[in-house]
């Protein structure tokens, strides 16, 4: 049973969260852990929720090449965070409060990724040209208003913009992340009931209906949940486009089935992995400071080409 | 029973079927044929409720198929069209399994283990049960695709060219599967198939529609519908129709 590999999953994501915990711990350690717990609960929250997000994306898409990140969410994160310090200035920015802050980032992202995803799905669904096309262009457009609307700012608050930019683990907010988790949590575990409603959206739209499920609304739920996920992570931490796309192929690989009642814990679990094992690895071991997110990108970039050369040449 | 009344049908803003009306009893196999984009697929996307009409409805045992919510329709028809999405890596069991999703709807129990077991000793796919569909030829596929349909146990079987990928031993032993289905002595099912082999229909239809640009061309039995003038002028070409060693088979005239 491929199920059986999701234990060892489990251990080695226990014992790199130990790892994380307690490796080279010195006074004050009650200081020290909490510090630590703060950052590796961000760590999993985000991982699990971008691999159970990048599955469910892959799912209603029709295909595993597919990622939010590439059809142009990040894009759409960078526009909404210039635009909120344009219109608030960096010390605005700075001084709002951090939890309706988040609050108001991430219903926005959410109701931005819904419409994102609900109109590239239904534009593209099965064409991955036409998906992968239409997301980038949007992406581009995005990019350019984000651009031209960076161009009006003070040098300060194109700094701020810039920070805002790239994923950061290093000062996560804990009140944020004490809403974040168990809507992540939430998000995940409504995501697993319907395992098998997507196992059966793998035969595609047609042949689920007549197979009697109710495709659409599955479909909206799932873009909704995809958009919970993505965007609670995203202003939790900023965006990290591959990572899911990453999680996503190990745990087809890790697996060799796609069925979700153990795809969805793998890749929850593999994103998990991948940036807990990766900070401890970058931040423990080798002391550097902020390179993860971009160390996951270049290896998720490198997977999603990997990925992208093997089907071509098929 | 099938009731099709005035159904008309556009695809991409295409005028496809116009104002069709049909009747089709239920058991028995019933071929739909005619030439190319003649509106045999369409019609049968629109008997499983995939493409909405513009006007007019289609009846199932007197129920508006339209207006049924889709669980109750798995549980009344099956439909094997032609594209079929890549299931990658699921085994054949497996794919075979989802047919009895609209009756376990996610917990399968034995009489769904029962059902999947019988309907891959059917197709001849035991040997093939634990292999991932994406590892099969496309004649493969297509079985096991038919196979899934089978496990689905509906009154109404719709199927879209499924002889294509085919070679004629496993058209034939597919065809007679059908058959078998159609006469079921405890459940036999209405099967309406879309057949581009006017052999096949001649041999195994036991009713047939005919369709030319969109209108009925011709139905009813197969004898009444096979004939040299009907499909002669059904293709636009001359057909005749000729009894080989027993067999009726058609040739160009």
């Known amino acids: ?314 | 029973m099938i009731e099709i009344e005035n159904l008309r049908v556009e695809r991409d803003g295409t005028p496809v079927l116009h104002d069709l009306s049909l009747s089709l009893p239920s058991g028995g196999i019933t071929a739909l044929i005619g030439p190319n984009g003649a509106g045999k697929s369409t019609l049968l996307l629109a008997m499983a409720g995939l493409v909405s009409p513009m006007a007019g409805r289609v009846r199932l045992d007197g129920c508006d198929l339209h207006a049924m919510r889709p669980q109750a329709r798995a549980l009344r028809l099956a439909f094997l069209g032609q594209d079929q999405a890549q299931a990658s890596r699921l085994t054949v069991r497996d794919l075979v399994g989802f047919g009895r999703w609209p009756h376990h709807r996610g917990r399968p129990g034995p009489a769904d283990q029962a059902a999947v077991a019988g309907a891959l000793s059917l197709f001849g796919l035991n040997e093939l049960a634990e292999r991932p569909v994406s590892s099969l030829s496309g004649g493969q596929r297509q079985r096991s695709q038919i196979a899934m349909a089978h496990a689905q146990a509906t009154p109404l079987v719709l199927l879209d060219e499924p002889l294509s990928a085919l070679d004629p031993r496993y058209a034939r032993e597919v065809m007679e599967a059908l058959v078998a289905m159609s006469h079921d002595a405890v459940a036999p099912r209405s099967v309406v198939v879309v057949l581009h082999d006017l052999g096949m229909a001649t041999r195994y239809a036991d009713r047939v529609v005919a369709l030319k640009q969109g209108h009925l061309a011709a139905s009813g039995p197969r004898r009444e519908v096979m004939r040299d003038r009907v499909l002669s002028d059904l293709f636009d070409t001359g057909l005749k129709l000729r009894e080989v060693e027993g067999a009726d088979v058609v040739l160009p005239a």
């Not at chain 1, 310090?85 to 991430?106: H, K, M, N, R």
Request: charged share 10%; net charge positive; with cysteine.
């Open chain 1, 1 to 314: 049973m491929a199920e059986r590999r999701l234990v060892p999953l489990a251990l080695l994501l226990a014992l790199g969260c130990a790892a994380f915990l307690l490796w080279n711990l010195h006074a004050p350690m009650g200081f020290i852990l909490s510090l630590r717990a703060t950052k590796l609960a961000a760590l999993v929250v985000v991982g699990a929720a971008s691999g159970a997000a990048t599955v469910l994306f892959q799912t209603v898409a029709g295909n595993r090449l597919i990622t939010p990140g590439i059809v142009g969410f990040d894009a759409l994160f960078v526009f909404l965070q210039t635009m909120l310090v344009l219109a608030l200035g960096s010390a605005g920015y700075a001084t709002l409060p951090t939890l309706p802050a988040f609050l108001i980032e991430t219903a926005c992202l959410a109701g931005a990724g819904v419409a994102l995803f609900g109109l590239l799905l239904r534009r593209g669904a099965g064409d991955l040209i036409r998906l992968v096309l239409s997301g980038l262009i949007l992406g581009v457009m995005l990019r350019g208003l984000s651009g031209f609307a960076q161009r009006l700012l003070e040098p300060s608050e194109f700094a701020v913009v810039q920070q805002a930019s790239f994923a950061s683990f290093g000062a996560v907010d804990r009140a944020q992340l004490a809403l974040a988790g168990p809507l992540l949590a939430l998000a995940l575990l409504i995501a697993w009931r319907l395992s098998s409603r997507l196992d059966l959206a793998l035969l595609g739209r047609d042949k689920a209906i007549t197979l009697g499920l109710d495709f659409d609304r599955l479909l909206l739920g799932v873009l909704a949940l995809i958009a919970v996920m993505v965007a609670v992570s995203t202003a939790l931490v900023g965006p990290v486009a591959f990572l899911g796309l990453l999680a996503a192929a190990l745990a087809h690989a890790l697996l060799g089935h796609p069925r979700h009642a153990a795809l969805l814990p793998a890749a929850a679990g593999l994103g998990a992995l991948i940036l807990v094992a990766g900070q401890f690895l970058f931040e423990r071991l080798l002391g550097f400071e902020s390179t993860l997110a971009v160390i996951v990108e270049f290896l998720g970039g490198l997977v999603f080409l990997a990925l992208v050369l093997r089907k071509a040449a098929r």
